[in-house]
């Protein structure tokens, strides 16, 4: 099971973070990944980092804003993200990789989270 938190209102160029705490050990040993849908928009691609932490990758639209973290040990995943823009704005989701690597596919996450809705608006 996955839970996701730390979304909210923020005004633009402000800070989040987000978290993701995983149930068991399913985290460990699997990549992990951001996507966020935008109200009528479809689901796209965050962020997402390697088993180990090692390799990460991001969106275009938030390359040098957002960083991805991981705490195996906590079983948790965060994202922290800088510089909002009001284009963010979107309910953010969790999703567990059924495999070590870090890929950008959502089709390569079967476990998801219930997502977290995060506002950038003035």
């Known amino acids: 099971q996955l839970q996701a938190s730390g979304g909210g209102l923020v005004q633009p160029g402000g800070s989040l973070r987000l978290s993701c705490a995983a149930s068991?050990?399913?985290?460990?040993?699997?990549?992990m990944g951001w996507f966020r849908q935008a109200p009528g928009k479809e689901r796209e691609f965050v962020s997402t980092?390697?088993?180990?932490?090692?390799?990460?990758y991001y969106s275009d639209s938030v390359r040098g804003r957002f960083t991805i973290s991981r705490d195996n040990a906590k079983n948790m995943v965060f994202l922290q993200m800088n510089s909002l823009k009001p284009e963010d704005t979107a309910v953010y989701y969790c999703?567990?990789?059924?495999?070590?690597?870090?890929?950008?596919?959502?089709?390569?996450?079967?476990?998801w989270g219930q997502g977290t809705l995060v506002t950038v608006s003035s």
């Open positions: 980092v390697s088993w180990n932490g090692r390799t990460t």
């Open positions: 068991g050990s399913i985290l460990r040993v699997n990549a």
């Open positions: 999703a567990v990789r059924n495999g070590p690597g870090a890929t950008k596919s959502s089709d390569d996450y079967p476990f």
